[in-house]
């Protein structure tokens, strides 16, 4: 940079004198050539940079051309107009590249937590030092050697690889069905050679791609995905598609340059290699539909259908080899006219071919031996094929009616005990209604059994995601920890309710907490019929009698009559299972519990108790347990070691009688001298044992 000093001017018409300014500036050409080196090391991190360099000389140029001692020329305006330019591309590429992630639901964030994205970024890789210093340099060529390096990595989950699987899919589909006809049919080749020419190098172009995709596929090591590109490459090599995936892209057809253009189809079959990628596409699509039945169905009738296609070029060729219209079983001579057209010969073998192999058998009868081998060679297929239909279409409508079998199995285990008991009418035609009722709102799967193989996170996930609606308008969950959020839901149970039915009694004993899902119920009066309140989706009752709020006139009995309007769906939390709940969330029972007592209070159903009196009572409860604790852990140490000195008691004792039956059978007879000392030191033995003890 040349630095350039302007001097101090004097006006003649105002005698004000300007103070001097120290620009460091560049030259045309080694501005020109930073900006291009800006924009080329910033080229494949559009959306990432933040352009801070462009935006400095914008402002500069803007300060510049306010001033009177601005350089004012046509390089600084086009040097202007670039940079404007590239600021307003940036721009549209931020718009245009980076997808706008939806935003969160508030209140699945408290219950999910931070994911990946949320974590904390690494440090940035943009250097804050002066732009002219040697780090910033070097910051700069490791960035460029980082970003040449950067190489994308697919993950088989993603919807990019699926998508590519459905175009190399079409591809492999395209050389199984299209080259075997073409093969056989030399009329079908030689009509359109320059079309079938350009789609073959298309496939083979698809096929190269899929090389290269799968050498940056990742896969699950250890639960994490690989990105490793030399590692994924060297997996690759070593398994046993990778030397398929070659050999269906050797350029074998460039030997009909020696056999001639009608042979290309079968110097191309080589191609069909490639059939794993097209049962991966029917797997992933098979996952990810919504429909499985229907798609098994389907494939099976494609699978089937490109087995008699396959046949009937066969059929084809065979006939050919034999000689066209040589015998009455062969395909006719094209020389007759009904056979001599392209479209017949295919039709014809199709038809013949789906005869044989569905064993109806009206086709001519062979003639030769050869003829008869290849008849008994269909027959076996058409049986296999016979037999995978038949068992395969019955599992599938097993299976998409097993849902409605097990329903029904329990209705009519139903019908057959109410007829057997002795029911009255009314009451089955309301249990018949009410199952009526679960079946046309599909709610007769058990959520519960469903969900049984998932870990509890993701079940209480699942279940939050279907129920959010519900649960948003609960206000005990508004404000919850996760941890409580996770352990009610996964509590919950659903129950459905006729017309009329009462969900509770005033002055039952409750055992239960409900939630309203969907449904209307009303809060009755004695008689039944007045209306008091009537609760909707979102509402909440019965915890005041499953709380046990000291002072309570009621204690844990119901406060009040709740009849269902219509059918309704709840969602029931027993006793037990919310005081394990809130076992280990004091703040939310104390919340619950503040609430139920409001509501006592306000009904005139809660009794003036010594709250000061009821806490030290707690306190001497407390202490009494932790009392109670330790003397139980004193007394296991006593009976413990009781019992390991009565052991080594016993175990002495075991050896002295050993001894003295030693040395009686030893001596054979003992006089009376050696009979008292035996006694003498039997009793010195006593003595020690008793000293022992």
Not at 273 to 301: D, H, S, Y
Request: with cysteine; charged share 25%.
């Amino acid at each position: 940079m040349r630095p350039l000093q302007t001097s101090r001017r004097n006006t003649s018409m105002t005698g004000l004198a300007q103070e001097s300014h120290r620009l460091s500036v560049k030259t045309w050409t080694e501005e020109e050539s930073d900006r291009a080196d800006s924009i080329l090391s910033r080229g494949q991190s559009v959306c990432d940079d933040t352009c801070s360099e462009l935006q400095r000389m914008a402002a500069i140029d803007r300060r510049e051309m306010n001033s009177q001692n601005s350089f004012r020329g046509r390089g600084r305006g086009a040097m202007s107009r670039l940079v404007g330019m590239v600021m307003t591309l940036r721009e549209w590429a931020q718009k245009s590249l980076v997808e706008e992630t939806e935003r969160p639901d508030s209140f699945l964030e408290r219950f999910r937590g931070p994911t990946p994205m949320d974590m904390p970024a690494h440090p940035s890789r943009f250097s804050h030092t002066h732009p002219g210093s040697d780090v910033d340099a070097e910051g700069r060529r490791a960035r460029r050697t980082k970003r040449k390096w950067n190489v994308l990595v697919l993950s088989p989950s993603d919807d990019a690889y699926y998508n590519w699987l459905m175009v190399i899919g079409a591809a492999v589909f395209y050389n199984w069905t299209l080259l075997v006809v073409r093969a056989c049919f030399h009329e079908l080749q030689m009509r359109t050679v320059l079309v079938w020419l350009v789609l073959d190098y298309v496939c083979d172009g698809v096929y190269i791609l899929d090389v290269v995709v799968r050498l940056h596929t990742g896969f699950l090591d250890e639960g994490l995905m690989v990105k490793d590109v030399p590692r994924l490459r060297e997996t690759y090599f070593r398994t046993l598609q990778c030397k398929l995936d070659i050999c269906s892209v050797l350029p074998t057809d460039l030997l009909y340059l020696t056999v001639g253009i009608s042979s290309t189809p079968l110097l191309r079959f080589n191609r069909l290699l490639r059939l794993p990628r097209l049962f991966e596409l029917f797997e992933r699509t098979e996952t990810r539909t919504g429909c499985p039945n229907a798609f098994r169905i389907c494939k099976l009738v494609l699978y089937i259908l490109v087995i008699i296609h396959w046949n009937a070029c066969g059929y084809y060729s065979f006939s050919k080899a034999l000689g066209l219209g040589s015998d009455s079983w062969v395909y006719p001579n094209s020389s007759d006219p009904e056979f001599s057209s392209l479209t017949r010969s295919y039709i014809y073998c199709l038809y013949w071919s789906t005869l044989t192999l569905t064993t109806i058998g009206e086709t001519p009868p062979p003639v030769r031996d050869e003829e008869y081998l290849f008849l008994i060679f269909d027959f076996l297929v058409g049986v296999l094929i016979f037999a995978s239909i038949v068992g395969n279409v019955g599992s599938m409508i097993s299976n998409m009616n097993a849902t409605r079998a097990t329903f029904q199995t329990r209705v009519d285990a139903l019908k057959h005990y109410m007829h057997f008991r002795h029911v009255s009418k009314v009451l089955e035609q309301r249990v018949i209604r009410w199952f009526d009722y679960l079946w046309t709102n599909k709610k007769t799967i058990d959520e519960q059994e469903v969900l049984r193989s998932l870990p509890s996170k993701l079940r209480a996930e699942i279940a939050i995601n279907v129920h959010l609606e519900t649960l948003k308008k609960v206000r005990i969950f508004q404000d919850c920890e996760a941890g409580l959020l996770v352990e009610l839901v996964l509590k919950l149970r659903p129950q459905v309710f006729s017309p009329g039915d009462y969900i509770c009694r005033k002055g039952d004993v409750g055992k239960e907490m409900y939630i309203i899902k969907d449904g209307r119920l009303a809060v009755v009066g004695e008689d039944g019929v007045s209306q008091l309140a009537v609760l909707t989706s979102g509402s909440y009752f019965g915890e005041i009698s499953i709380l046990n709020i000291s002072g309570s006139k009621m204690g844990n009995c119901r406060t009040a009559n709740i009849r269902s309007l219509g059918y309704s769906d709840l969602f029931c939390l027993s006793k037990q299972d919310l005081m394990e709940a809130l076992q280990e969330f004091p703040h939310a029972r104390a919340q619950l519990e503040q609430r139920g007592r409001d509501i006592l209070q306000k009904e005139g159903l809660l009794e003036e108790v010594n709250v000061s009196a009821g806490e030290e009572l707690q306190e001497k409860l407390e202490r009494l347990e932790t009392s109670l604790d330790r003397l139980q852990t004193c007394l296991a140490r006593l009976q413990s070691e009781f019992n390991s000195s009565q052991l080594r008691v016993k175990q002495r004792l075991t050896a002295l009688e050993q001894n003295i039956a030693t040395a009686t059978t030893g001596s054979g007879f003992l006089s009376d001298a050696d009979a008292n000392d035996s006694i003498s030191g039997g009793d010195g033995v006593c003595s020690e044992i008793n000293i022992q003890l």
